[in-house]
């Protein structure tokens, strides 16, 4: 789980989808599936250009 920029909350689970929530209005407002099974770690860098992602697959992936 993870809070960013512009009201929006990160989350992951056992599904393999990263999920972007608005926090005001609870909807989600994006989403992205790359991982196969459970998301483990979730983090951002400092400067908010990236995140990185590891999962059950043995796969950790850099979003930018």
Known sequence: LGYIENDVF???????????????NGNEVRSLKDHKGFIYCLG???NGGAMVTAGDD?????WK
Not at 16 to 23: L, P, S, Y
Not at 58 to 62: E, F, H, K, L, P
């Open 10 to 24: 990160v989350s992951t689970g056992c599904d393999g989808v990263i999920k972007f929530w608005n926090v005001n």
């Open 58 to 62: 043995q796969i950790i992936r850099v």
């Open 44 to 46: 951002f860098d400092k």
